[in-house]
């Protein structure tokens, strides 16, 4: 064998975008044309509207170990790219934009509008496609998407029309979440909550009979203006009386009804609520109970409407809440304020408080579409990873709302809805029109609105595809088969896609669905712009490779658990990337001038059997986890095998064979270390795919890419069961005699005498026999003696283990009386410390007030200093 020459130190920089390039070049990322079951993904597609934050990077780090583990277990792959046109978040980008150069939306006008945006796509999906392919994604990039292109555009107009054929799709006057500043209902998720110091204002209503007067408390006393009723419990013994009478409105010449309704909470305040149908949620329904009058009070810009006094018509809400309780003040109906921390709503794009807001809008009627999909998960045509996230599917399926899907937006999907100006006929319809379906007048004008986001997204599986044509891709590639995403978007995306997939295909669009942690910094807090805690996934991959991002975040990726990092994590993975490359350099080093050996000629030493039967638990451990996504019991399974057995004790037991004067058993343990390096670069492949991918194609005998090989599979032949057992009894004692010199701190240099006596009970006798020489090279004993009987332990200091006892004499080696010494002060120390953390934990004063964490902390150190103690008046013992 001719040995390749491998750079001394790793440098990811060398290798990656070369290797990337390479796999892109000859299409390795497309799907094979085998039949069987595919494996399909298609992403989470993220926003244009900036770059990949470490939440994406987790994302599609788990998703390429998914798509790479699959595609080596032989399946056809697919992982379906694209990106997100973003409706609202993309606007306003624009919108800001041209605002710092002076220029307003509506003063360039929509189709100029429109270009602008595009140009900001283009922009941001260069930098997200960049981001993609320097994580080593393996999306098939010939077949990436848009939810704007033209295919997914063909979708949504079908659905649309559809949908609306049925009945489904309507418009209609109703409350819904709006953005004074962008102009826009939203949806609930693009409402972010945040609690602000407010007030509570109290004030009264006057009886109109005179009769008296109900106290009322608001933290908003300016949407008054728009009640339409006072309300009280029914069963509210304080107020029967009261049910039926009019009350005067204050600073309006209204009068408003008392109601009765069971939604009145009797012990929150005084028992009394205002009703503003239009100006809130729960106040909508109790109007719709009761036929009350819908009063709109704001004009879209947030400002107060003609449905006011004129005194406050103009005015934004801040200025018109101050406004009013000047006024109720002076006319004496207010009673007191105070202060008050609430929930407010806030747009998520532009921080502007949301307005509950009653407006025309297109809404689809979801309950259902909501019952299949509900059933779905019922019946386990889709599964939940972890299955606590069933519990919120399951929540908003029973608790579904119909959905807003008009925005009053420039960017994104046109309703497909037409208005003829002369005869009114309204045409709703899957291509553009030019004419009235009616009339045939010219005078045709589209609906302004466009879709929200989700409309696009929720047919994302399928529409992707190629749907609604029947092509090649949606035949072989749906229903696809794993979805992984983040739990913010359960329901405005993940339970969408399910009601989708049902209602236009007639199978769900995907089984399983892993839900991620979130990434969070080692406080434990959420990453942020405003902490200033997040962390670029291109600064890490710049600073460690791809692969020490990849591993360290799928090492760490604990099902149903966040992940606490900084950039310091990240050397797990790059330490790692470095053991891999050294240990490969080494065997590399080894080869030149080697004669290979076909590995099922090879006769295996006990050493060998060992190496490969812990190989098969390790391929058996990886194979299982991924398979229920659990990455990280995937990833540390490769590690400790790589790490642990491979490199710290099988290429260290080789040395003894690569340095004999036997050439033949040089080839021997060069051909088997050869295929166990190729076999865990295989194992370890969907984790580090670019080192695993660069050392392959060094190694002799390479062809194709590794990503196209197998996977491993556990083998009968690979298992030795009865062997592993003796070996890891060897190790045990090899450790025991390694620990007892780091205590006694005696140099690798200096030769310790190492006597072992097996029992007579114990069948592994033989075994150590035969393994005497590794042992000794391990243990530093030269002259280790391996005996049926036990030998003169004078001088010695016994490790025992199952069925053998190692005696180690260290007196030829240390010097006892400073030694002894050592132990004493030792013991010592261990005495005090173990009375001063018993102590401890025998205060009442200090079990009643320490949190748990620290009072466990105190009785693990405890156990620690016991152990220690037991551990050194041991040794005083032997040594004395």
Not at 128 to 157: M, P, Y
Not at 187 to 215: C, I, Q, R, T
Not at 518 to 524: P, S
Not at 740 to 764: N, Y
Request: proline share 4%; with cysteine; glycine share 6%.
């Amino acid at each position: 064998m001719d040995s390749t020459q491998m750079a001394k130190a790793y440098n990811p920089a060398d290798f990656e975008d070369r290797i990337y390039k390479s796999w892109m070049d000859a299409k390795a990322f497309a799907p094979d044309d085998k039949g069987g079951d595919p494996f399909v993904i298609v992403i989470p597609p993220p926003n244009v509207t900036g770059v990949l934050h470490m939440g994406h990077g987790l994302n599609n780090v788990l998703q390429d170990t998914l798509i790479r583990y699959h595609r080596m277990c032989g399946r056809s792959t697919l992982w379906v790219p694209g990106t997100d046109h973003a409706g609202i978040a993309t606007q306003n980008i624009v919108e800001r934009r041209l605002r710092a150069k002076g220029i307003e939306r509506h003063a360039l006008g929509r189709e100029k509008f429109v270009e602008e945006t595009w140009k900001v796509k283009d922009e941001h999906h260069a930098i997200i496609t960049k981001q993609l392919q320097k994580l080593g994604a393996s999306c098939d990039w010939n077949r990436e998407r848009f939810t704007l292109d033209d295919g997914c555009s063909t979708a949504v107009r079908e659905v649309f029309v559809e949908l609306y054929e049925r009945g489904l799709v309507y418009q209609g006057n109703y409350l819904v979440n709006w953005c004074p500043s962008c102009g826009t209902a939203l949806a609930d998720d693009e409402v972010e909550h945040k609690e602000l110091n407010g007030k509570m204002y109290h004030y009264f209503y006057p009886l109109s009979d005179g009769s008296g007067k109900l106290e009322i408390a608001t933290t908003r006393p300016e949407t008054m203006l728009g009640d339409s009723a006072l309300a009280v419990n029914p069963d509210d013994e304080r107020y029967k009386d009261f049910i039926g009478k009019e009350v005067n409105l204050p600073l309006t010449n209204r009068t408003i009804k008392i109601i009765a309704d069971p939604y009145v909470d009797r012990e929150f305040g005084t028992g009394v609520v205002k009703i503003t149908p239009a100006h809130d949620p729960n106040d909508w329904d109790i109007g719709n109970r009761h036929d009350l009058e819908k009063i709109n009070i704001l004009n879209d810009d947030g400002s107060l409407n003609d449905n006011c006094p004129v005194k406050y018509r103009g005015m934004k809400a801040e200025e018109a809440r101050k406004a009013v309780v000047t006024d109720l003040k002076e006319q004496g109906y207010y009673l007191k304020d105070e202060e008050h921390k609430h929930q407010v709503g806030h747009c998520y794009r532009c921080n502007t408080v949301i307005e509950p807001y009653l407006s025309k809008q297109w809404f689809v009627a979801m309950k259902s579409m909501a019952e299949k999909a509900l059933k779905a998960w019922e019946t386990e045509d889709i599964v939940f990873y972890p299955k606590k996230w069933e519990n919120t599917y399951k929540h908003w399926m029973n608790g579904i709302r119909d959905w807003c899907i008009s925005r009053q937006l420039w960017w994104g999907h046109r309703i497909p809805v037409w208005y003829c100006e002369d005869c009114g006929e309204m045409m709703v319809s899957k291509t553009d029109l030019e004419t009235c379906t009616k009339c045939g007048s010219g005078k045709i004008k589209q609906e302004e609105d466009v879709l929200d986001t989700w409309f696009s997204s929720w047919l994302w599986p399928f529409s992707t595809l190629g749907w609604p044509e029947n092509t090649e891709d949606l035949k072989k590639f749906y229903p696809t088969s794993t979805l992984v995403t983040g739990y913010d978007i359960i329901f405005f995306w993940v339970a969408r896609m399910v009601m989708a997939g049902l209602e236009f295909t007639g199978e769900v669009p995907f089984r399983d669905i892993y839900i991620t942690g979130l990434v969070r910094d080692k406080q434990g807090r959420k990453m942020s712009k405003s902490l200033g805690n997040g962390l670029d996934p291109l600064e890490i991959v710049d600073e460690y490779g791809a692969d020490a991002l990849k591993f360290t975040m799928t090492f760490l990726s604990a099902q149903g658990q966040d992940i606490l990092i900084d950039k310091e994590s990240f050397k797990l993975g790059s330490k790692f990337a470095n053991k891999i490359w050294n240990a490969s350099r080494y065997i590399m080093m080894n080869i030149e001038g080697k004669t290979p050996i076909p590995i099922e000629g090879i006769e295996l030493k006990s050493v060998d059997k060992w190496i490969f039967h812990r190989f098969n638990e390790a391929v058996r451990k990886s194979r299982a986890a991924i398979e229920s996504y659990r990455f990280n019991d995937a990833a540390q399974a490769g590690y400790e095998f790589f790490w642990n057995e491979f490199c710290d004790w099988y290429v260290e037991a080789s040395k003894i064979s690569l340095y004999s004067d036997d050439e033949n058993e040089k080839n021997r343990a060069v051909s088997l270390l050869i295929h166990l390096l190729e076999e865990s670069l295989k194992l370890l492949h969907p984790f580090l795919s670019f080192i695993t991918e660069e050392i392959y194609q060094n190694l002799p005998g390479a062809h194709g890419f590794l990503m196209k090989h197998s996977f491993p599979e556990v083998r009968e032949d690979r298992n030795f069961p009865e062997e592993a057992q003796l070996f890891e009894s060897l190790q045990e004692m090899i450790r025991g005699v390694r620990t007892l010199r780091s205590e006694f701190t005696i140099p690798p240099e200096k030769k310790v005498t190492v006597k072992v006596a097996t029992d007579s009970g114990f069948g592994g006798h033989e075994f150590f026999q035969e393994n005497r020489i590794l042992a000794s090279e391990l243990m530093k004993s030269p002259d280790l003696e391996i005996l049926k009987d036990k030998p003169d332990t004078g001088g010695s200091i016994p490790v025992a283990g199952k069925g053998y006892e190692a005696f180690v004499y260290i007196r030829d080696v240390v010097d006892i009386p400073k030694e002894i010494a050592k132990l004493k002060k030792e013991a010592d120390k261990q005495d005090k410390l173990i009375v001063s953390t018993t102590k401890k934990l025998s205060n009442s004063g200090f079990l009643d007030r320490a949190p748990v964490e620290v009072i466990e902390k105190e009785k693990e150190k405890l156990a620690e200093f016991e152990d220690r103690a037991e551990k050194v008046k041991r040794f005083l013992k032997e040594l004395q």
